[in-house]
C-alpha cells in the first residue's frame, strides 16, 4: 500500500467527522436546556416535598398508614409531572453526550488529518 493511498483511505475515514462538527448554537441550547431542567426537577422535588408536610401537618398522627395514603393522594400527579421532566432530561443528556462525541471526533480527525500532512 503506497504512502498516497494510505493517505486517501485515512481522508475518507475521516471525512464524516471534519466535515460534522458540532454546531455552536446547538450545544448551547442543548446546555441550557439541560438548565432548565435540572432546575424544573428541582422545584418539582420541593413542591413534591412541600404537599408532603402539609399533609403531615394537618394530620394528628403523622405516622398513621391515613397519613402515607394522603401523601401519595397529595404528591401523585407531581410525582408524575417529575418522573416526565427526568425522562426529557435524560434525554437531553444523551443529545449533549453525542454532541461531545462529536466534538471529541472532531479534534482527533483534524489531528489525525494534520499528522498525515506532515507525512507527504
Do not use: C
Not at 432548565?36 to 403531615?56: G, M, P
Amino acid at each position: 500500500m503506497s504512502l498516497k493511498n494510505f493517505g486517501n483511505q485515512l481522508q475518507s475515514k475521516l471525512e464524516p467527522w471534519i466535515n460534522n462538527p458540532p454546531d455552536y448554537t446547538e450545544m448551547t441550547t442543548a446546555y441550557k436546556s439541560q438548565g432548565r431542567l435540572n432546575s424544573a426537577i428541582r422545584l418539582k422535588q420541593r413542591e413534591i416535598a412541600r404537599a408532603e408536610d402539609l399533609v403531615t401537618g394537618e394530620q394528628d398522627k403523622p405516622r398513621s398508614n391515613e397519613a402515607k395514603k394522603a401523601k401519595l393522594f397529595a404528591t401523585s400527579t407531581l410525582k408524575d409531572q417529575l418522573a416526565e421532566l427526568e425522562s426529557e432530561l435524560a434525554i437531553i443528556d444523551s443529545e449533549i453526550k453525542a454532541l461531545e462525541f462529536m466534538k471529541v471526533m472532531f479534534n482527533a480527525a483534524n489531528y489525525r488529518t494534520r499528522l498525515s500532512m506532515d507525512f507527504n
